[in-house]
């Protein structure tokens, strides 16, 4: 089982930057990806950006040369640098990993999530 922990949401304005943090912690063989995911009122959850544990990154064409993903494997934790954040990146933003068990099964686990909001 894996717990997904999330820091760093809050209110910020537009043009404006934030930080978040989401360290994964529990029972697991490995962390494979990863990310962040965003969800809108009225909208679907959708992608804002993943990384592998080998560092490649892949990131919404929405948020790419504002938003910066990284991570650091010795602490399972990921973070996702917002930069320049305009009025529709308001919303909740869910941590994402993908883990591997020890029995080998690979699991999808989601955070709590942390709300961002952006005024203009």
């Known amino acids: 089982q894996v717990q997904l922990v999330e820091s760093g949401g809050g209110l910020a304005q537009a043009g404006g930057s934030l930080m978040l943090s989401c360290a994964a912690s529990?029972?697991?063989?490995?962390?494979?990806?990863m990310g962040w995911y965003r969800q809108a009122p009225g909208k679907q959850r959708e992608l804002v950006a993943t990384?592998?544990?080998?560092?490649?990154?892949n990131a919404a064409d929405s948020v790419k040369g504002r938003f910066t993903i990284s991570r650091d494997n010795a602490k399972n934790t990921v973070y996702l640098r917002m930069n320049s954040l305009k009025s529709e990146d308001t919303a909740v933003y869910y941590c994402?990993?993908?883990?591997?068990?020890?029995?080998?099964?690979?699991?999808?686990?989601w955070g709590q999530g942390t709300q961002v909001t952006v005024s203009s």
């Open positions: 994402y990993c993908n883990a591997r068990r020890y029995s080998g099964v690979q699991y999808d686990y």
């Open positions: 990384i592998t544990s080998g560092g490649t990154t």
């Open positions: 529990g029972s697991f063989f490995s962390i494979n990806a």
